[in-house]
Nanobody
Framework: QVQVVESGGALVQVGGSLTLSCVIFGLHFEDYALAWFRQAPGKEREAVSAISWSGSSKYYEDSVKDRFTISRDNAANTLYLQMNGLKTTDTAMYYC???????????????????????WGQGTQVTVSS
């Protein structure tokens, strides 16, 4: 059984930093592309960042480019999202998700389709206060 467990969300002030982590159990980690999505109250869930199985290809949503960094440790079955220069508009529930590499390609300028991601975590809350 696959388990996706996010952690690292917190309340921080504008300009602060956080690192989100996501550990996935029960699958062969390197067979999956991974992504972070977020959903703010009253809004659609949107893709924030994605990374290919090898880490060689990454996607970032325009508003987080140059502030967020996605990475993965395949030996530890862990996905990360380093978030710097946080803004109030980053406030949301952040979700980790996995998609089989045969079903999806991570392309830097193309937002991942959430329907391609088959395994999801319960989310970790990030709140940025002014």
């Amino acid at each position: 059984q696959v388990q996706v467990v996010e952690s690292g969300g917190a309340l921080v002030q504008v300009g602060g930093s956080l690192t989100l982590s996501c550990v996935i159990f029960g699958l062969h980690f390197e067979d999956y592309a991974l992504a972070w999505f977020r959903q703010a109250p009253g809004k659609e869930r949107e893709a924030v960042s994605a990374i290919s199985w090898s880490g060689s290809s990454k996607y970032y949503e325009d508003s987080v480019k140059d502030r967020f960094t996605i990475s993965r440790d395949n030996a530890a079955n862990t996905l990360y999202l380093q978030m710097n220069g946080l803004k109030t508009t980053d406030t949301a529930m952040y979700y980790c998700a996995a998609a089989p590499t045969e079903s999806v390609a991570v392309i830097p300028r193309i937002a991942p389709n959430r329907d391609d991601y088959v395994y999801w975590g319960q989310g970790t809350q990030v709140t940025v206060s002014s």
